[in-house]
């Protein structure tokens, strides 16, 4: 006669936690604190202490080591951390989907962009809406690093982005979309042009929008500077911001530098005059599309990966 153990008389652990021990297991992975996780919940202290006990209990594990300093998690409280930011990050999506289907749209993908990543965007759409794809697209725009946390839990559905060799990939799979070059744009007024040669004694004479220090791009263009012995320009700010460098470069004789595909957008729309010298030698990281690893694609976020890679096919190619 077969044995029955206990453990399996039990149903399942999705019939038996509650979402509010999956919020807490969230919090804790996100602050590392069970005061801050109870702050954030609106509850006491010893209420949250309770909560994780009876998560313990139910998972049959210890989620968090108890110590001087405060909790720490274990291999499996760090796993059930991660995948309970990514099921209420789901279970938020969810909200939204039901307001854009009552709104008449058959879908919604929250996407991320890195800066200076999102001159595909407008395309895509465009592609999608020539298709008959009615998908409405979320933009939030931010820094790799915090883009990819938050496809990591759950809240973004995909992330626009450099490929940077210091981020961790592993939990992503990577769609290559894209290379492109630096170039140097002003305002179409911007007195440079009026010269009747151009060299960079005279693009340095000027003040530049540049990234924040430290940045990939800040740290390649100073090694490139020092290499061809120029001195690093004057700063007038530093910012990834590509709207608000555009301002400036209106209001100021600033040169700024933007990635070869925007730059030709936004000439060909006359906002900017690409400044003719090259920074030969300097190669952007490629842009790529980055996807939850474990996770299904559903069908509004195909249909857009479908109309962005036909966008970059047709006019990037």
């Known amino acids: 006669m077969t ?80 995948r309970a930011q990514r099921f209420l990050g789901m279970v938020d999506g969810l909200g939204e989907e039901v307001q854009v289907a009552q709104q008449g749209a058959t879908g919604r993908v929250r996407v991320g962009v890195s800066p200076a990543c999102g001159a595909v965007i407008p395309g895509a759409l465009a592609a999608m809406r020539a298709a008959g794809q009615d998908v409405v697209l979320r933009i939030e725009e931010g820094s790799s690093a915090s883009l990819l946390e938050r496809l990591r839990d759950g809240r973004l559905d995909c992330v626009l982005g450099r490929v940077l060799d210091s981020q961790d990939l592993e939990d992503f799979d990577t769609l290559h979309l894209y290379n492109e070059s630096i170039v140097m744009v002003a305002d179409p007024q911007h007195p440079i042009f009026s010269k009747p040669t151009l060299d960079w004694g005279d693009a340095l004479s000027y003040e530049w929008v540049l990234p924040p220090q430290g940045a990939p791009l800040r740290r390649t263009l100073e090694f490139w ?84 890679e036909q966008h970059v096919r047709e006019t990037l190619a």
């Open 3 to 82: 044995e029955t153990t206990i453990s399996s008389q039990l149903p399942p652990l999705s019939r038996r936690i509650r979402l509010r021990h999956l919020e807490l297991l969230a919090a804790l992975g996100e602050h590392g604190s069970l005061k801050h996780a109870a702050e954030v919940m609106g509850m006491s202290q010893p209420a949250a202490s309770k909560l994780l006990l009876e998560a313990e209990s139910l998972v049959g594990a210890a989620l968090y080591e108890r110590t001087n300093r405060g909790v720490l998690p274990t291999a499996v409280g760090a796993a059930l951390a991660l």
């Open 225 to 308: 500077l020092a290499r061809q012995g120029f001195q690093e320009p004057r700063c007038l700010l530093e910012s990834t911001l590509t709207l608000a460098n555009l301002a400036v470069l209106r209001e100021n004789q600033a040169l700024v530098l933007l990635g070869s595909i925007s730059a030709r957008q936004f000439s060909e729309q006359g906002v900017v005059r690409v400044v003719p010298l090259p920074f030969d030698g300097i190669a952007l990281p490629s842009v790529s599309l980055f996807l939850p690893q474990d996770d299904y694609a559903h069908e509004p976020v195909e249909v857009f990966i479908q109309a962005l």
